[in-house]
C-alpha cells in the first residue's frame, strides 16, 4: 500500500512526549481523526492530534512515546500515513 507524506516532526513539547510537527496538508480535521500513522518505518497509534489555529503546526501524541527523549529521537522525521487512512483534495 501507498504512503503520502502529512508532516514532519520539528520538536518534542514538554516532558511527556508530546511532539510539535508541520502540517504538508491543508486539511487539519483530516488530521484530527488519525488512528495511525508512520515515522521511519514504525506504526504508531494516535493518541491526540490538535492543530495550532491559522497555522499549518499541529501536536501530537503518540502511544509508547511517553517521555522528551523518546520524543526527542524522532526530531526532524517525516510522518506518513497509507493512502487509504485519509482522504485529500486533488491538488495535496
Given amino acids: 500500500m501507498k504512503k503520502l507524506l502529512i508532516g514532519k516532526v520539528l520538536k518534542p513539547r514538554g516532558l511527556r512526549g508530546e511532539m510539535k ?4 496538508i491543508s486539511q487539519h480535521e483530516t ?3 488519525l488512528e495511525t500513522v508512520y ?3 514504525t506504526l504508531y ?3 491526540k492530534v490538535t492543530n ?4 499549518r503546526i499541529c501536536f501530537f501524541r503518540l502511544e509508547g512515546i ?10 526532524g522525521l517525516d510522518i506518513m500515513v497509507l493512502e487509504d487512512d485519509v482522504e485529500m483534495e486533488e491538488d495535496e
Fill in 52 to 55: 495550532q489555529p491559522g497555522t
Fill in 45 to 47: 497509534n494516535v493518541q
Fill in 31 to 33: 488530521l484530527v481523526n
Fill in 39 to 41: 515515522i521511519g518505518d
Fill in 21 to 24: 510537527f508541520l502540517s504538508m
Fill in 66 to 75: 511517553d517521555h522528551i527523549d523518546k520524543a526527542e529521537a524522532l526530531r
